[in-house]
């Protein structure tokens, strides 16, 4: 992996969870699975500054059973001791939201409005918004609309409403 695409991991310190008790949860862009999985491929550790553990940890879809019932949401959890200090604790919380069938769904209008200046340029920012625009298309139907207006300084129309079946 390039130098300039990692950084020196940063441990966080430990903190009590009754002091801090709030999480924004973490997502990954899966560009450091995919770099570690290549060399593992090519029989070559990852340097340990190029794995993102959030993205290790959210890069596998994980067979939860959904909600039961009128429930909107199932909450899964598992509590053990931390492998490098046995007085703490590790808790994973895992969500599975109640799926809905697309057929039962209203068609999608959506309209993207992008900044494509400079600052865009990060592997995590217009690179993920490219693939995250393919993983929708993927899941749009001929009734769904999408387009795309962008700004860098002065704003454009870059895709004009296109319907699903166009997009795949």
């Known amino acids: 992996m390039p130098a300039d695409r990692s950084k020196k991991v940063q441990y966080n310190r430990y903190l009590a969870a009754a ?15 995919s770099n570690m999985r290549r060399l593992i491929n090519q029989d070559q550790l990852s340097p340990k500054d190029a794995v993102r553990t959030e993205e290790l940890l959210n890069y596998f879809h994980y067979d ?8 909107p949401v199932a909450i899964h959890t598992e509590l053990s001791s931390a492998p490098w200090n046995t007085q703490h604790r590790l808790l994973r919380i895992a969500l599975k939201v109640k799926a809905l069938k697309t057929e039962q769904l209203p068609p999608s209008n959506l309209v993207f409005l992008l900044d494509v200046s400079g600052s865009m340029e990060g592997p ?9 625009m393919k993983m929708l298309a993927d899941q749009l139907r001929p009734e769904d ?15 004009g409403s296109t319907s699903g079946h166009q997009m795949a």
Do not use: W
Not at 21 to 27: A, E, L, V
Not at 64 to 71: A, E, R
Not at 148 to 153: F, N
């Open 19 to 33: 002091l801090q008790n709030f999480s924004s949860g973490s997502q990954g862009n899966g560009l450091s699975v």
């Open 64 to 71: 939860l059973q959904g909600p039961v019932n009128q429930d």
């Open 124 to 132: 995590n920012r217009l690179p993920l918004f490219k693939a995250s």
């Open 145 to 159: 609309h999408v387009a795309i207006v962008t700004y860098a300084g002065t704003a454009g129309l870059k895709l």
